[in-house]
């Protein structure tokens, strides 16, 4: 059998290994790279069999062709150049790398310090690229504006799910079941955002510690599915898209696109970081040796680069081609940084904005990050969303019992103008929540006044110390009945806060039956049993109480309208009036503990009632009229005539 020789071939016009009638052509990004060497492996991608340079190089470009060559190939690079660590060049041919544009991967990733460790090489450890054939193409759900988003974490919602076989668990097939489209579909989501599911790797610290990284904020491919969770490749995300569509469901993809899992000086070479570390990764301008690390995460992608803009681009259009509806950007600051700061003309949100087709999808920021400025909420262009964290810490801090938080929470109910309006951006640019992922669950909110995250191996250190939450009596797990009701409450107000305010509703799976992480609001390293969804504890009642929320919303135009109340119109769009129905005087929000909201639209008139007494006021409608409104909904469990009970929230509609 020949041996296999790269012959020279025009510059191909993708990046990556594509695969053609005359074999296969391989193009890599290194502007600093000397040589390039393509590795090819047998079969079983266990043994090196080749070891080929690239012939060609136009520009920054290193390719060639590989005649005769097909899908299924396995494959990996090596890179050769400078090591001039003082100027950023970290080039080390012992070290095998994953091609950055690999859409498929044969193994996981798993840190290894050798990974780290300058002259060793690593061919035992790196997973190889797998050459693909023809993509293929889903048809996700139409492209619209999700009216209610619905966060999960692939392996944590499924490995404990009843309806799920045991041997597809924690797999994207398993979101395909019929009793997880069931649930999903019964709870009235519009959108899943899937938590990340590009191939990551395990931070060094938590494999000495016994732990694992649970929920993939630290990726080395922005192409290739993690084989864990898609062990069927891309062809599985694609079915995902396609089930979901027949269902109604848009799929989002939560990605990061800030830093890779090479972190920082100490940290592995596996892609990037030996392909052109200068490159791929912003350094200080002035000490060219040092990475800039707005991330937390050891360093920062330099995403104003040219090189690095066609990369992702090119990794959003993949996904989109596969059905995806959108993305949630992580550390979504990072995308319009430059060393002159943040701006929303950077060269990606640029890029994005301009595309004919991912400026159609739906598009979410996280807009902040840790470094020099890094909170941007509010400040990205259209037609990006924004994770509101004013709205959840508003609604988490009126509801704790903080004093003159009554004009916050008005604010937020009428769609957050304050951030939004003056860029001509209504309501649906705030996407809403009181808990996500990150931080407690919205059942540990209520029950755990500080973090409890021993189990993360750092003292309770790590994670946000103050997180607006309150314990109702007492710390943690109790079987008292008074507090566990109270608890109860407290969540279904919450809930029906989030229901009823302008703009998207995003909710954490399991957030809708009660799930707890035992009051670790860090949980990013607890792939287990403890902290897996238990289906089997679910509070079925409270996820039917999401469930008539979610119906409400869609039943009522006027609660997600794409407009922001202003109080002007005849009559008004919206009357804040306090619990005796009169209008609230500017000097009376700081005192206010109850209120009300009515809204009137062309059709209809509606009325929320909000209190977070612990005894029952008397409720008196704007109009004098009590019969003439029907209580819609009450999150109290008694909801007597005339009154807010407790602790609620009360909606209204007017009598025909």
Not at 301 to 312: C, Q, T, Y
Request: one cysteine or more; hydrophobic letters at 40%; proline letters at 7%.
């Amino acid at each position: 059998m020949p041996s296999p020789a790269l012959v020279a071939c025009p510059l191909p016009a993708r990046l990556g290994a594509v695969a053609g009638e005359a074999g296969v052509t391989f193009a890599v990004f290194s502007r600093h790279g000397e040589r390039i060497d393509l590795c090819l492996f047998d079969e079983a991608g266990e043994a090196e069999i080749a070891r080929l340079p690239l012939p060609c190089r136009s520009g920054d470009i290193h390719h060639g062709l590989l005649p005769g060559a097909g899908p299924g190939l396995r494959y990996a690079l090596r890179a050769q150049g400078p090591w001039q660590p003082q100027r950023g060049h970290r080039f080390d041919a012992s070290k095998l790398l994953v091609d950055p544009y690999a859409t498929r991967i044969d193994r996981p990733f798993r840190w290894d310090p050798r990974l780290a460790q300058r002259g060793i090489d690593t061919a035992d450890l790196v997973p190889r690229g797998i050459v693909g054939g023809a993509q293929p193409v889903a048809a996700g759900a139409p492209d619209r504006a999700p009216a209610f988003i619905y966060e999960l974490a692939v392996k944590s919602f499924t490995m404990r799910h009843p309806g799920v076989p045991e041997r597809i668990r924690g797999t994207l097939a398993a979101l395909c079941e019929p009793a997880v489209i069931d649930h999903i579909r019964g709870l009235g989501v519009s959108h899943v955002e899937l938590m990340p599911v590009a191939a990551w790797m395990d931070e060094r610290h938590l494999p000495p510690l016994g732990l694992a990284n649970a929920w993939g904020y630290n990726p080395v491919n922005f192409v290739a599915l993690d084989p864990r969770l898609a062990p069927g490749g891309t062809a599985d995300l694609a079915r995902l898209c396609a089930t979901y569509a027949q269902a109604g469901i848009g799929i989002i993809l939560d990605i990061v696109l800030n830093h890779t899992a090479e972190s920082d000086e100490f940290g592995a070479t596996i892609s990037l970081r030996g392909l052109d570390n200068a490159v791929y990764y912003r350094h200080a301008t002035d000490d060219p040796g040092r990475l800039i690390n707005d991330t937390g995460c050891g360093h920062t992608l330099a995403l104003d680069r040219a090189p690095v803009v066609r990369m992702v681009m090119d990794a959003l259009r993949h996904w989109r081609r596969l059905g995806v509806a959108g993305f949630r950007f992580d550390l979504g600051t990072v995308m319009g940084r430059s060393d002159t700061g943040y701006s929303q003309d950077a060269p990606l949100l640029a890029a994005i904005g301009q595309d004919p087709d991912l400026s159609r999808a739906i598009l979410i920021a996280e807009p902040w990050d840790i470094g020099p400025g890094g909170y941007r909420l509010g400040e990205f262009p259209p037609p990006f969303a924004e994770w509101n964290g004013r709205y959840r810490d508003d609604v988490r801090r009126f509801w704790r019992g903080d004093a003159g938080l009554a004009g916050a929470l008005a604010t937020r109910l009428a769609g957050s103008a304050d951030l939004f309006a003056s860029r001509h951006r209504g309501p649906l640019a705030s996407i809403n929540f009181v808990a996500a992922h990150d931080g407690f669950t919205l059942a540990d909110l209520v029950s755990h006044a500080g973090k409890h995250n021993e189990a993360n191996g750092e003292g309770n250190r790590d994670g946000e110390s103050e997180n607006h939450s309150w314990n109702n009596g007492i710390e943690g797990r109790t079987s008292a009945p008074a507090i566990t009701e109270a608890r109860h409450s407290d969540l279904r107000a919450l809930l029906a806060t989030l229901f009823l305010s302008r703009g998207v509703p995003m909710l954490t799976a399991g957030d809708e039956f009660g799930r707890t992480q035992h009051g670790n609001n860090n949980a990013y390293c607890q792939d287990n049993e403890a902290f897996w969804l238990d289906w089997a504890a679910a509070d079925r009642d409270l996820a039917a109480f999401v469930a008539r929320l979610a119906a409400l919303r869609a039943e009522h135009p006027l609660l997600s309208a794409a407009t922001f109340l202003t109080g002007t119109g005849e009559p008004p769009d919206a009357r804040w009036v306090k619990p005796d129905g009169m209008p609230i005087r500017d000097d009376e929000w700081m005192g206010l503990e109850a209120f009300g909201l009515m809204l009137n639209g062309a059709e209809e008139t509606l009325l929320i009632g909000i209190s977070r007494r612990r005894d029952a006021i008397a409720f008196t409608p704007p109009d004098g009229s009590p019969h003439a409104w029907q209580r819609l909904l009450c999150s109290a469990a008694e909801d007597g005539e005339g009154v807010l009970p407790a602790r609620s929230v009360s909606l209204f509609g007017r009598r025909s």
